[in-house]
């Protein structure tokens, strides 16, 4: 495929309350660690300069990327030099880590006087009068979901934040919550090896107008060759994801390597590919790629340029059937997820 830094990134209606959006998003949280090094401010922020500087202007942070609000503060600064109403801003409210990082055991709380603290300490470390996207990262059960939403609608009302959103909820959360103010969008993850969604998130999103986020749309890596053409970095906390651990990861690399062969033929890149089957799933699927390196962000907008039949489409999910990827998709010292246990079949 041709090397064209021209291309122009759609915008796209995410849901339909009025959010728009860059077709391709960025994911920041990778650009604070938890995956690599973290980049200093400085670095972090050119980064983000320059993905803006080629169309993509939906930025998702959260207020757990990086110790004591690092990512948030991080896009606060890229803000200040670019234009803040053409930004579309996500973060993200509910998870706790311990404040030494000890562990990366998450803790869920999503009561209303806590979705109002975070909200408050947000703006703030963001420097910013509101946000656009403002996304419960995880459910918690033991709170209700009407009550949280009743606090994230009055945020909408007084206009600290614009639009809500859900990430890794059920399909009964979420029924819930767009009973009481309409959800813009809800994230989850998605790529070719992670398609649980598309038996009954995805039909209900249609159905209530709800937007698809779809984050780690590159299988943490795993479909631009992380631990397959490149070594993990050391500061990675991939290497104990189970997916890349042991027994699976070898048998998850004769995967790799027939969905690399299927990319040669199209002329592009694996990572390529992956994107651009995403993108090839709607209109209302937006995926947020992250990266530290700007030759990666070039790459990840040249997904864009991959045209697919419906063929096609076919023939690279069968290339990745689910029944044959190794390892569960949570890395589980880190988040909660409501939809995977919601989707687990009871034992007997």
Known sequence: MEHNTQIQIPRVKLGTQGLEVSKLGFGCGGLSGYFNAPLS?????????????????????????????????????????????????????????????????????????????????SLKRLDVDYIDLYYQHRTDTSVPIEETMGELKKL??????????????????????????????????YSLWTREIEEDV??????????????????QGFFGGKAITESLPAESLVGSHPRFSGENLEKNKALYTRFANLAAKHGCTPPQLALAWLMHQGDDVIPIPGTTKIKNLDANIQSLAVKLTPEDVREIADAIPISEVCGDREHKTMFTYEYRVANTPLKQ
Do not use: W
Not at 177 to 182: G, I, L, Q, R, S
């Open 41 to 121: 401010h400085e670095a972090g922020c050119a980064v983000l300069k320059e993905a803006f500087s080629k169309g993509i202007t939906f930025f998702d942070t959260a207020n757990v990327y990086g110790h004591e609000g690092y990512n948030e503060i991080m896009v606060g600064k890229v803000l200040k030099q670019l234009p803040r109403e053409q930004v579309q801003l996500a973060t993200k409210f509910g998870c706790i880590f311990p404040e030494d990082f000890s562990d990366f055991q998450c803790q869920v709380k999503c009561t209303p006087q806590y979705v109002r603290q975070c909200c408050e300490e």
């Open 156 to 189: 909408v009302e007084e206009g600290k934040i614009r639009y809500i959103g859900l990430s890794e909820a059920s399909v009964d959360t979420i029924k819930r919550a767009h009973a009481v103010h309409p959800i813009t969008c809800v994230q989850m993850e």
């Open 202 to 219: 995805i039909p209900l999103c249609r159905e209530l107008g709800i937007g698809i986020v779809a984050y780690s749309p590159l299988g």
